[in-house]
């Protein structure tokens, strides 16, 4: 095996921690907070800039915010009776209650909530730019080291447990190690590379990294999400097009199926047809309010001088992958914990199939979760670390990466990283391979797919600032791998998975789907209280 990574003329720093947090979104950075509050040293390492990198960052997003009663009760139900019985009425409970803790000590830090018509403080929404950038004052004030543009390309392991990370500055080349008692994964899903808003540093990085840790992924096959947007524009927020009516390309009305919205718009899009929108609905004060309250929804139009509420605008579907799909790391406790020892999953890096089952977290759950898992895995890694004494910075530590960092045979061809993005962006983004799926379809994606691996292992590899894109390139490789497993395996139709020669929702396969390895895909079914079964 080729064990050179990056040029051995890089230098490297060494940074010894209590628990690092890899990513610095909500998940990430509550994570840290909730760690440093234990009285542990932290280090927040960010592929981008930590309060301006990241899905939530460019959006608006609601949250729960429910007291305990009716109103969460009802929410309660209604999110168990979408999640086509696989969410898990515990955990919503629970995420709730810690969600509305945390967003009351948001605003008892200081946050500036906006006021509702009585003159309350609303709590039910967040703007994402002043949001991350409260988090990360937030954090630097407990205490947190953040390390912007340090992207992690591998975890550290010790003895079976994780030590740290370690990873490169894309700017300098020069290499960065964090040696720590425990590591939580907040690290996002994935888009593919999608252009949907704030989601092109979700390449699926802390999947692979666990993965070649051991540890599962769970209900991958829920990855099928797609966000209407403007065709001129990456915002996919979709709050914007409740204001609004669909029409054909003759000007005649969308037609109504009985399917929702975004399945009858993929119809006539995967037909070739345009489809186009107009904010009609509403009057001139709502319409108002919505410009001030999204206006990054807005400057897109106002560039091209469209009156989206007097003209008409064609609008597409972007993938969004895991981000607002489901899928991600098993998470096997109430701490967020993986099967490795110290390692924790926090955010769209972990499954939320606990709290939606099949269908979209987009928004509140998402936002909810993100608080909650980033508290519990925070906490959590910070009692590890602490239970570890000493001994944690004077482990002997080894390297986990393999593809993209560790070839096994000579790199060969320059264009390698982008041919493999193509491949993969191939069998993930068009909306006829990936919105609506068959067996055919899904054997064809995993050949392909399977290629594309074979020269992922064997030859890429990035020097500097490829390294970073080669690591990419692989993740999302894998991610797409793990995503076709689980698709072939889930023979129904169940929430976003829509299976064209399976399209009903088979009651016997109410289990969630373990899908894991890498150069041998498998899956496994867990039965309610992670009884495994084999699947055929």
């Not at 760690?35 to 390492?45: F, M, N, S, Y």
């Not at 003159?119 to 988090?135: C, E, H, I, T, V």
């Not at 994964?185 to 699926?204: E, I, P």
Request: proline share 4%; aromatic share 8%.
């Amino acid at each position: 095996m080729n064990t050179k990574i990056f040029q051995m003329s890089a230098e490297k720093s060494v940074i010894f921690a209590d628990v690092l947090v890899l990513g610095g979104g909500p998940a990430g950075t509550w994570a840290a907070l909730s760690a440093a509050e234990q009285g542990v040293r932290v280090v927040l390492a960010d592929k981008g800039y930590c309060g301006t990198s990241g899905a939530t960052a460019p959006s608006n997003t609601g949250a729960w915010y429910l007291p305990k009663g009716g109103q969460r009760d009802g929410e309660i139900e209604r999110r168990l009776s979408r999640s086509t019985g696989l969410a898990d009425r515990r955990w919503l409970q629970r995420v709730i209650e810690q969600a509305q803790r945390g967003l009351d000590k948001l605003g008892d830090s200081g946050y500036p909530f906006p006021l509702d018509d009585l003159g309350n403080s609303y709590r039910a929404n967040l703007r994402g730019p002043d949001y991350m950038g409260f988090m990360r004052r937030r954090a630097i004030a407990a205490g947190v080291r953040i390390l912007d543009h340090h992207p992690a390309l591998e975890l550290l392991a010790s003895n079976g447990a994780i030590a740290g990370a370690a990873g490169i500055h894309p700017r300098s080349g020069n290499l960065w190690e964090v040696r720590a008692g425990a590591v939580v994964l907040a690290t996002g899903g994935c888009a593919f590379l999608s252009h949907a808003l704030g989601c092109d540093g979700n390449t699926g990085d802390g999947y692979l990294m666990a993965a070649e840790a051991g540890v599962r992924l769970s209900g991958m096959e829920f990855s099928s999400q797609y966000g209407l947007s403007p065709a001129h524009t990456s915002v996919t927020k979709g709050l914007t097009f409740s204001f609004a009516s669909f029409y054909l390309e003759d000007g005649s009305p969308l037609p109504e199926t009985g399917e929702d919205r975004s399945v009858r718009i993929a119809r006539q899009l995967i037909d070739g047809q345009k489809v186009y929108a107009l904010m009609n609905r509403g009057n001139s004060v709502e319409h108002d309010w919505l410009r001030q309250g999204q206006p990054n929804c807005f400057l897109p139009f106002d560039r091209i001088g469209l009156d989206p509420f007097k003209e008409r605008f064609p609008v597409t579907l972007r993938s969004e992958g895991t981000v607002r799909g489901v899928g991600g790391l098993e998470i096997i406790n109430e701490d967020c914990a993986t099967t490795v020892p110290g390692l924790y999953a926090a955010g769209d890096a972990a499954s939320r199939e606990n709290i939606v089952g099949a269908v979209s977290g987009g928004g509140s759950p998402n936002a909810s979760w993100a608080i909650a898992s980033g508290t519990w895995s925070g906490r959590a890694a910070a009692g590890f670390a602490a239970s570890l004494g000493d001994k944690a910075e004077t482990r002997l530590v080894h390297g986990l990466g393999e593809a993209g960092l560790r070839p096994r045979k000579q790199p060969k061809r320059e264009r390698l990283i982008s041919e493999v993005i193509s491949g993969v962006q191939a069998e993930t983004l068009p909306l006829d391979v990936n919105f609506f799926r068959s067996g055919v379809r899904i054997a064809l994606s995993r050949q392909r797919l399977d290629a594309v691996w074979a020269d992922v292992r064997d030859y890429l590899v990035g020097e500097g600032r490829n390294a970073l894109r080669a690591r990419e390139a692989a993740a999302m490789t894998a991610t797409a791998r793990w995503i076709w497993a689980s698709a072939d395996a889930r023979k129904e139709s169940r929430g976003m998975h829509r299976r064209t020669d399976f399209t009903t929702t088979d009651d016997t396969q109410t289990r969630r789907l373990l899908t894991f390895g890498l150069d041998d895909v498998a899956v496994m079914a867990a039965e309610k209280h992670w009884q495994e079964v084999e699947v055929a």
